[in-house]
């Protein structure tokens, strides 16, 4: 990241002690949605929202957005407020498709732009242009003068895509991008925010999917009941778990190269015929590991963040577990 | 803020053009101007007034009642299916996303409107009747406005409260409206001075039958317009406080999808 150029980075997002109570259930009375909630998403990088059903994080995202109103704290992006005009940097993917069915796919990315673009794309023309390339961008090249109540799921979808980034907003809020879409489509969505992530886009990504977590966010936080349980960062880092797949070595060889060349001790180890599986906690362990075993000339198969340990880890803060 | 208004209302009227609704008031006109047509050829006196009561009442009933349930869902709907969340998303204060989707549907009514007047004058064509006087267009005219009245009614409602009861009020205070003049008519001496002076109030400010000029489409002279500008004074005023109030309203608290 130090070498990025960052000049067009936005800045950061801020939640500092914002709660949020629900007084409509007359019978169940008053509903705690978020509790004193203060959390920062970082201006240029991916932050997963993560949590249960029910945890607050639809909520959150609306309080950014402005359709909720606080009770009491603040929500600033760098030093304002998130004013209406301040919206204009945003983009917006609701969970689901919320896009009128009468309208069609040119008509609502039309009325994107001329709500969001202000002066700057006033010509029709330049309009039309932006729309036809925005089309094409999501694969709609074809399909922009049918209805979206004609779209399928997937082609709905591509089109809030399409809505949710047609200004270039400098803040991506998505919840639950990839919901309801079939592999393809999936790995498509996920390489478009991949991309978006690369143009230093702020992105707060709402998700139950923990592998697009793992695959696409610097930064988590993790809500339960309306309380924030978990921060952290799945870069490289001191906490996290990671795993080595090494061909060809059993564990009472893997404790002589240990031994030999002082490397640290790991925290699991799994055979699996010929593989070994080695687990570590901690970046800096696993990759001198990585380090001596390549040195040496042993096949390793895989290295990374180990997923499962990472799940367990959070799914402990959904249920509660400490 | 004009652009953002004049988004927001073209999308609306979009919207509302192609509604089931837009379609079936179009056959409704048909049929009421055949039935009109009909009722004064087959009566043996008064063909003109027959024509005018039957057609007028039917358009006006057709129009207050379209009125009324598209001011009631206009919030309600973009709540039930989610696009309030992605418009007010948008830099797009809540007033002004309020006051363009009125916009919306007042262009909306207007254009339905003119197809009506269409198939109206096609019609007394069609029967003999030869073209509409100014005077007739000036009663068809102060129609539609009680029928932008209405829907600013509708629309305040339904930012108070949920659409099945923002019809109902609607229809309620509609029903109001109509007979005010008429309930004041009616008090006797014998009326207590607080039914008195609480009758006479609501009449004041809520009579519709102001928009209703249908007595004066058989007088010979033309209706001027100076002569109409108290009740276009009133319509405007009505729709301008109705909205300004249903703004703030709307301003506050929290809008998100049901």
Request: aromatic residues 8%.
């Amino acid at each position: 990241m130090q070498n990025e150029d960052l000049s067009t980075v936005a800045d950061d997002i801020a939640i500092n002690g914002v709660r949020k109570v629900f007084k409509t259930d007359l019978l169940r009375g008053p509903q705690l949605a978020v509790n004193n909630l203060s959390c920062r998403f970082a201006g240029g990088r991916c932050t997963g929202l993560l949590g249960h059903n029910g945890a607050g994080k639809t909520t959150t995202i609306r309080l950014i957005l402005g359709l909720l109103k606080p009770d009491q704290g603040t929500i600033k992006c760098g030093n304002d407020d998130l004013s209406t005009q301040q919206r204009a940097r945003i983009g917006y993917l609701p969970e689901v498709n919320k896009l009128p069915g009468l309208l069609t796919a040119r008509e609502v990315l039309n009325y994107q732009l001329r709500l969001f673009s202000g002066p700057a794309l006033k010509p029709a023309e330049d309009r039309r242009q932006a729309v036809n390339a925005a089309l094409a961008a999501v694969d709609l090249t074809g399909h922009g003068d049918k209805l979206i109540s004609r779209l399928s799921k997937g082609m709905a979808r591509r089109l809030g895509w399409a809505q949710a980034t047609i200004h270039q907003p400098q803040i991506l809020i998505l919840d639950e991008p990839a919901s309801g879409l079939d592999p393809l489509a999936r790995r498509q969505m996920i390489s478009w925010i991949a991309a978006e992530k690369k143009r230093h886009t702020t992105i707060i990504l709402c998700t139950h999917e923990l592998s697009q977590v793992m695959e696409l966010c610097d930064f988590y936080h993790v809500l339960r009941r309306g309380d924030l349980v978990a921060s952290g960062s799945l870069g490289p880092n001191a906490t996290q778990s990671y795993t080595i797949k090494v061909s060809g070595l059993r564990s009472d060889a893997l404790e002589r190269f240990a031994s030999k060349e002082g490397l640290p001790p790991w925290r699991h180890l799994r055979q699996e015929g010929i593989l070994a599986e080695l687990s570590f906690v901690g970046y800096e362990h696993s990759a001198r590991w990585l380090q001596m075993l390549l040195a040496h000339g042993f096949v390793v198969t895989h290295f990374g963040a180990d997923l499962q340990a990472f799940e367990e880890s959070l799914l402990r803060h959904y249920g509660g577990g400490t | 803020m004009l652009g953002k208004l004049r988004a927001v209302a073209w999308q609306n009227c979009t919207l509302l053009r192609r509604d089931q609704i837009t379609r079936a008031v179009t056959v409704a006109v048909v049929v009421i101007t055949l039935a009109a047509g009909l009722a004064s050829t087959w009566s043996v006196e008064d063909r003109v007034k027959i024509l005018f009561d039957v057609g007028y009442f039917g358009m006006q009933l057709l129009g207050s009642l379209v009125a009324i349930f598209w001011g009631s869902k206009l919030v309600s709907d973009s709540r039930q299916d989610g696009a309030i969340e992605w418009q007010l998303a948008a830099p797009l204060s809540r007033p002004e996303w309020l006051i363009g989707k009125y916009l919306g549907l007042a262009l909306t009514q207007l254009f339905l409107a003119t197809v009506i007047l269409a198939i109206w004058q096609l019609g007394l064509l069609a029967f003999g009747y030869g073209l509409l006087t100014d005077a007739q267009v000036a009663v068809y005219l102060m129609m539609v406005l009680g029928w932008l009245v209405l829907s600013a009614l509708a629309v305040t409602l339904a930012v108070l409260m949920r659409f099945a009861l923002a019809l109902f009020a609607g229809l309620g205070l509609w029903l109001i409206g109509l007979t005010s003049q008429s309930a004041v008519a009616a008090l006797g001496p014998e009326s207590s001075g607080t039914s008195q002076a609480v009758v006479r109030g609501i009449a004041r400010v809520w009579n519709l039958q102001h928009f209703n000029l249908i007595d004066r489409v058989l007088e010979p002279r033309a209706i001027q317009p100076s002569a109409l500008s108290d009740q276009i004074g009133y319509g405007f005023l009505l729709v301008a406080m109705m909205l300004t109030f249903a703004s703030l309203v709307f301003r506050r608290g929290d809008v998100a999808a049901a």
